[in-house]
C-alpha cells in the first residue's frame, strides 16, 4: 500500500503506535495494580488515562520464545523458537515487514533479542540490543544447575550497570517522537524495548536507596512446600535456595528500584509524545515480555506457569481507549500483534492466530471469561516441557513426564494448593485436557523441541571441541 491509497483508506481507526515494552516485569509490580510498596506514578497516570488489563499473559516464559512469537503472531510450537540459542531469525514473517509493506513506518529502539544475522522485518533498529545465542537451553536430559547462577546472587544492590544504556534508549524515542514521528505521511509504530527489570538486579543508587533494604517484603513459600518435580528441577537449576534474609531483600529492593526506574523513563517519553502534540492520534501501549518469580516458590527468573512469571502487565491509553479502566478480559501477548495492525488502519494477517482486543479496550464488548489462554515453555532448567491453559478462574498445568497441577485462581491466588489430586475437579481437569489438546499435542511438541535441541546440542559441542 503506497503512502497515497493510506491516505484515500477508509478504515475508522489509524492510529500512530508508541508501543513501551520492558522485560521481566511481573504483573503485580506497580501501585496502580495495588502494590503495597513498589512506586510506578507514570504507569498509574497511564492506566488512569486508559485501560488496565489485569489477566495478561505471555505465550511463552523465556525472552527469545515469548519475543518470537509477539513478532510473527503465532504461537512457539509452530514456530519452533523454544530457548534462547535459537533467536528468532525472519522466519515466518513479522508484523513488522507487514507493515512496513503497507506503508507504516515501524522503529525499534532497544531490546528485540532477534539473530543480528538475518532480515526479521523490522528495517529501521536502534540500538537494538541482539544479544548472542545461550546454550544452556540445550542441556534438557539431565538437567544441568547454571553455570554461575549464585553469582547473581551476589551481584544483587546499587549500581549504574543499567543507568547508560537505558537512558540512550529514551533519548533514542524522544528524538523520534520529536524530530521524525510529525514528518510521517502515514500512522507510524515506535516499539521501545527496555532490558529493566531484567537481572542483573543492579539499581541505579537513587533509585535503589528508595527502597530501604528493612522496608521491603520477602518471597512467600519461600522455602517451598511444594515439591513438584519440575519445579525441584527449576530450583536446583537457578541455585537460588536457602539465601539469607539480607539478600532477600537487596533483591527486592534492587528489582522495585529498576521498576521504578523503568516508569520515570517511560514518563519521559510519554511526556515527549504530548508536546510533540501527536498523543491525541497516538495509542500508547505498556507491556512486558514475560514477568519474574523473584524467589516466590522458591523460584527465581522466569520459566515457570506461575503468575509472577508467566503474567505480564498490559495497560492501553489514547483516542477511543476507555478511561480509568480495568479489565479481567483474557489477553495473550499474541493478540497483541493483530491489534495493533487494526490499530494503524490495517487488517490483520489471516497466518496470525491471536484476535485483535482493540474494541475490548475501548469498551465496545467483552472477551467471554471462559476464553483460553495458552503457554508453554521448553528451555532452560527442565527436561522436559511445560504446557498451560487458563480458562475462566482455573488454570491447568500439564508436564508430558510429571504430574499435572490445576490451580483455583480465584479462591487460590498465590497458588498454593493443587487441586489435580482431588476427585471433585475431575471434571474441570478433563475439559481443560481438552481445551490443551485441541490446541497442540504437548506431548509430540515436546518430543520435537527435544530433538531440536539434542542436534543444535550436538553441533555446538562439536563446534567446541575443534576450537
Keep these: 500500500m503506497t503512502q497515497e491509497s493510506w491516505k484515500r483508506a477508509k478504515e475508522p481507526i489509524r492510529l500512530n503506535i508508541l508501543l513501551i515494552m520492558s522485560d521481566e516485569h511481573r504483573r503485580d509490580a506497580m501501585s496502580c495494580a495495588g502494590h503495597p ?64 509493506e503497507r506503508g507504516v513506518k515501524v522503529v525499534t529502539v532497544g531490546k528485540l533479542h532477534f539473530d543480528p544475522s538475518k532480515t526479521n522485518g523490522f528495517a529501521d533498529q536502534r540500538y537494538p540490543r541482539q544479544t548472542g545465542n545461550d546454550p544452556a537451553g540445550l542441556y534438557r536430559e539431565p538437567v544441568q544447575k547454571r553455570n554461575q ?15 547508560h544504556s537505558t537512558e540512550l534508549e529514551t533519548q533514542a524515542a524522544i528524538d523520534f517522537i520529536s524530530n521524525e514521528a510529525g514528518q510521517q ?52 537449576h537457578f541455585d537460588g535456595r536457602n539465601l539469607d534474609e539480607a539478600t532477600l531483600r537487596r533483591t527486592r529492593a534492587a528489582y522495585y528500584g529498576l521498576v521504578t526506574f523503568i516508569d520515570d523513563q517511560i514518563g519521559r517519553v510519554v511526556q515527549a509524545l504530548k508536546q510533540s502534540g501527536q498523543a491525541e492520534n497516538t495509542l500508547i501501549i505498556y507491556t512486558s515480555d514475560h514477568g519474574e518469580l523473584l524467589g ?94 487458563r480458562k475462566g478462574r482455573f488454570k491447568y498445568i500439564y508436564y508430558p513426564h510429571f504430574p499435572a497441577q490445576l490451580f483455583d485462581l480465584e479462591r487460590d491466588p498465590l497458588e498454593m494448593h493443587d487441586l489435580s489430586t482431588d476427585s471433585t475437579y475431575a471434571s474441570v481437569i478433563t475439559e481443560l485436557q481438552a481445551e490443551l489438546t485441541r490446541v497442540v499435542d504437548p506431548d509430540e511438541v515436546d518430543q520435537i523441541a527435544l530433538a531440536d535441541q539434542k542436534e543444535r546440542l550436538k553441533a555446538y559441542q562439536d563446534a567446541t571441541s575443534r576450537n
Design 185 to 236: 505521511e502515514s500512522p507510524w509504530v515506535l516499539w521501545l524495548s527496555y532490558l529493566p527489570p531484567h537481572f542483573p538486579l543492579i539499581a541505579p543508587p537513587s533509585y535503589y536507596d528508595r527502597y530501604p533494604e528493612d522496608t521491603v517484603d520477602l518471597p512467600y513459600d519461600y522455602p517451598s512446600k511444594d515439591h513438584h518435580p519440575a519445579m525441584e528441577e527449576l530450583r536446583e
Design 37 to 100: 510498596i513498589v512506586r510506578t506514578p507514570n504507569l498509574d497516570e497511564l492506566s488512569m488515562e486508559g485501560t488496565r488489563f489485569t489477566n495478561a499473559y505471555c505465550n511463552s516464559p523465556l525472552c527469545i520464545p515469548s519475543r518470537a512469537s509477539f513478532a510473527t503472531g503465532q504461537h512457539v510450537h509452530d514456530i519452533e523458537y523454544w530457548d534462547n540459542d535459537k533467536p528468532y531469525s525472519g522466519t515466518p514473517g513479522s508484523w513488522g515487514r507487514y507493515l512496513d
Design 296 to 389: 516466590d516458590h522458591e523460584l527465581w527468573w522466569k520459566s515457570a506457569m506461575y503468575e509472577q512469571s508467566v503474567g505480564i502487565p498490559l495497560i492501553m491509553a489514547g483516542p477511543t481507549i476507555a478511561r480509568n479502566t480495568v479489565r479481567t478480559d483474557p489477553i495473550a501477548l499474541i493478540d497483541l500483534t493483530p491489534t495493533i495492525a487494526e490499530a494503524v488502519g490495517l487488517t490483520p494477517d489471516p497466518a496470525w492466530q491471536g484476535c485483535s482486543f482493540l474494541s475490548v479496550a475501548q469498551g465496545r464488548e467483552s472477551r467471554p471469561g471462559s476464553d483460553t489462554i495458552f503457554s508453554q515453555y521448553h528451555a532452560h532448567g527442565v527436561s522436559h516441557g511445560i504446557f498451560m491453559i
Design 149 to 163: 547462577a549464585r553469582k547473581r546472587f551476589e551481584e544483587v544492590g546499587s549500581g549504574d550497570f543499567w543507568t
